[in-house]
């Protein structure tokens, strides 16, 4: 079967669908991940094709429109600025994706673009589902993860994410009514159009396992967790002065920010290298999309480089607390110090507070170097935290994420 998978986003939304890709050719499929140009390199060796997008995410974080995002200190703010970014890069990917969705027999939609995956769907008249990695669809079980973690209650959990979910319509609404106009479908609002995959039971499986996210007992049928899809692996081990610096002391701690972006660099990395030292600990650090930048025999600043091989070998991970970031380090079975910067990154943070992974979150805008050293010392002092970690671990190496999308193909076929 030929199938397409389609992301948008940062390196965290398209990492996962690289390894669930992988699975899919090793299982006899013929697959191509549609994401952004600049993560073609992920795919190397994977046998899964790419079919490059238009639109570098970094680039439009770091344009003027996108460091307003820091602006805004609500959840609810920031998304409105997202969706005016998103809106304009929506416009400029579609004829790309569906350029892609026309070589395919089924098509596989990342969360971010849902609305649109789905109108070209079925404008092509493909079958397909969804692939998110958060939780997205409304719950009274709690409230939106793009918006926090502060509890509105039942009906307020539940209308926070009707909300989202219409500004995820909304952020769509151009290119959609463009491409149901293209193949004479009947035109639909954002509302309409929602409540119309809601009726057809959309399937819809989420990247992350039920041990740290357990299925919302109110979602319809076909909505599904299918496990962690891990990033595939380009057989490149860790640059040797990152070996050498490893080999020359004890466990360091992981810093990094991922692809979150900071107003001032420069002070998170000096409460950084302040908080590491005065907790008595080696560094590692991350220049990521935020630029960190250290310096001292005490610490090293690294680039990209492969969370399965580094995490493991840590003494704690501090990590903005994205989707993909917190499955690497719960993966590892070390310690995390959440610092969510944005977005759904307070969620994941909770429940690795939650689940005993982590002492406490770390909030970016709270991030002082005596705050950070107080965390790190509970999370590599108190055995606790790490023993929960490990054992989280162990029972996420049992799982398969990718057995259920094959299961899920199969129903398509027939």
């Not at 397409?4 to 050719?25: F, I, K, N």
Request: no cysteine; net charge positive.
């Amino acid at each position: 079967m030929r199938v397409v998978m389609m992301t948008a986003g940062s390196r965290g939304d398209v990492a996962p669908y690289t390894g669930l890709g992988a699975g899919l050719v090793r299982a006899g499929h013929e697959v191509t991940l549609a994401a952004h140009g600049v993560f073609e390199p992920l795919m190397a060796g994977s046998g899964v094709r790419f079919h490059a997008l238009p639109v570098d995410p970094r680039a439009e974080l770091h344009s003027a429109r996108g460091r307003k995002l820091h602006d805004s200190r609500t959840g609810a703010g920031k998304l409105v600025r997202l969706a005016s970014l998103a809106r304009a890069a929506a416009d400029d990917m579609t004829a790309s994706l569906v350029e892609a969705a026309r070589q395919a027999d089924v098509l596989l939609v990342g969360g971010a673009l849902g609305p649109l995956g789905y109108a070209i769907a079925e404008g092509l008249s493909l079958p397909g589902l969804g692939l998110h990695l958060q939780p997205q669809h409304p719950t009274r079980e709690f409230p939106a993860p793009v918006l926090g973690v502060r509890p509105m209650g039942p009906v307020g959990n539940r209308l926070s994410g009707l909300a989202v979910t219409a500004a995820v319509g909304r952020v769509a609404a151009g290119p959609v009514r463009t491409l149901r106009r293209r193949y004479g479908l009947r035109a639909t609002g954002p509302f309409a159009a929602h409540r119309a995959r809601e009726r057809r039971l959309w399937p819809v499986l989420h990247g992350f396992s039920g041990l740290v996210v357990p299925r919302p007992r109110d979602w319809r049928p076909g909505l599904d967790v299918a496990g962690y899809w891990w990033p595939h692996e380009t057989g490149r081990g860790l640059p040797g002065e990152l070996e050498a610096f490893l080999a020359a002391g004890p466990a360091p701690v992981f810093v990094g920010l991922g692809s979150a972006t900071v107003p001032d660099p420069g002070r998170v990395s000096r409460q950084t290298v302040a908080a590491l030292r005065a907790a008595g600990l080696r560094g590692v650090v991350q220049r990521g999309w935020a630029g960190l930048a250290v310096e001292g025999d005490d610490v090293i600043a690294v680039g990209e480089v492969p969370h399965s091989l580094l995490f493991p070998r840590m003494a704690a991970v501090v990590h903005h607390a994205g989707a993909g970031t917190t499955a690497a380090a719960l993966r590892a079975g070390v310690p995390s110090v959440p610092v969510p910067v944005q977005f759904d990154a307070a969620f994941w943070a909770s429940r690795l507070v939650a689940l005993g992974a982590a002492p406490e979150a770390v909030p970016l805008r709270r991030l002082t170097a005596g705050a950070l050293a107080r965390a790190l010392r509970r999370a590599t002092a108190d055995r606790s935290h790490g023993v929960r970690a490990r054992a989280l671990a162990t029972r996420l190496a049992e799982e398969d994420g990718i057995a259920p999308v094959l299961a899920a193909l199969d129903r398509l076929a027939r």
